[in-house]
């Protein structure tokens, strides 16, 4: 591979990680939800996880470049029939959505509780500089997590480092009764469940790249990255369990013990993985409710999507989101098991 392959492969694997990576991992909830409460098992389920994800992740950038899917539609349509695909897309645009209004609460209450700036103050600001990112297409969203994973990922490293270094007394494991198979279950709950978000970027940008190689290697650096990052916060946490799960944001509890410039990195890193989830979300929403040979990054579609999703969020959306997720898992475990499963001959 030459620089500039290398370099689109670590594009590639940024926009994978910002895709998958948003508030629930940057919180700790979703690391100790689906990891950490296991014990030492959660060290067998992240390379379950890991291996999904550069095993389902790739096939989904290859898929998209040999189908020439400028959204998710052509892959639904390929794996599930015209009728059924297009039931599974008016799902997946309810689910899209959601998750986008519950970016945009988040990101107002970020501002209004750490910086004391009005929560809609605060959405507005996202929503403008959202905006702009895709009115650049998968170019923007590509230079966007270029600038805001290393950060992410630079976090997560001096978290794992500091962590180390000052090791508390470990606590007994947290008393749950789970059977022995549980943790992988929750390993392969926690792939399937991210992968179904990131299919709505994932197909649209092996379409954009084509190049075989970039698309491989940035399938497998986006995988190992989100599996050091799991590991390294799994680990900071595993130190502080049981106490750290009566916590909302626990990963906010341990950097309040590193000062307060970890504190307002933490801030702005929160902040990053939302926006990055956020600018996924719109993208593949667009790329579904854009018209025929209509730019995906059209203003007047991404203005509808964000005004809608801004007033939504001023009466908030957590509710319906707690009732969709469900439903979604098992979305996307079928999605992930007919992309697991052979064909001949294979697509890709």
């Not at 098992?41 to 992240?46: M, N, S, T, V």
Request: charged residues 10%.
């Amino acid at each position: 591979m030459n620089q500039k392959q290398i370099q689109q492969a670590f594009q590639i694997g940024f926009t994978y990680i910002g895709t998958v990576v948003g508030a629930g991992f940057a919180s700790g909830q979703e690391i100790l939800k689906f990891f950490s409460v296991y014990g030492d098992w959660a060290y067998f389920g992240i390379p379950v996880s890991t291996i999904l994800f550069a095993w389902v992740g790739t096939k989904m950038l290859l898929m998209g470049a040999r189908l020439n899917a400028s959204s998710y539609r052509q892959l639904t349509a390929y794996l599930f029939g015209d009728r059924l695909a297009a039931m599974i897309d008016l799902f997946m645009m309810v689910m899209l959505f959601g998750v986008t209004v519950a970016m945009l609460a988040g990101v107002g209450a970020l501002f209004h509780e750490n910086l004391k700036i009005p929560f809609q103050l605060g959405v507005l600001l996202t929503m403008g500089l959202t905006y702009f990112t895709i009115r650049r297409g998968m170019s923007g969203i590509l230079t966007a997590n270029s600038i805001i994973v290393p950060i992410m990922i630079s976090l997560i490293c001096f978290i794992f480092v500091k962590s180390v270094s000052h090791t508390p007394v470990p606590a007994a494991s947290p008393p749950i009764e789970h059977s022995s198979w549980t943790w992988f279950a929750s390993s392969v709950a926690y792939a399937a469940f991210n992968l179904g978000l990131a299919v709505s970027v994932l197909v649209p940008l092996g379409n954009e790249i084509q190049d075989r190689k970039c698309l491989v290697a940035g399938g497998c650096i986006g995988a190992i990255g989100l599996g050091g990052m799991l590991l390294g916060a799994h680990f900071a946490l595993s130190l502080r369990l049981p106490d750290i799960l009566v916590y909302e944001v626990p990963m906010a509890h341990i950097t309040s013990t590193y000062g307060i410039v970890v504190q307002v990195l933490f801030i702005v890193v929160l902040w990053g993985e939302i926006f990055s989830t956020l600018i996924a979300n719109v993208y593949g929403l667009g790329s579904q409710l854009a018209p025929p040979r209509y730019p995906v990054n059209g203003s007047l579609v991404t203005v509808l999507i964000l005004t809608a999703a801004f007033f939504v969020s001023q009466v908030g959306f957590s509710n319906i989101v707690t009732y969709l997720y469900p439903v979604f898992g098992y979305l996307s475990f079928l999605l992930l098991i007919l992309l697991i499963w052979p064909r001949n001959p294979p697509l890709e």
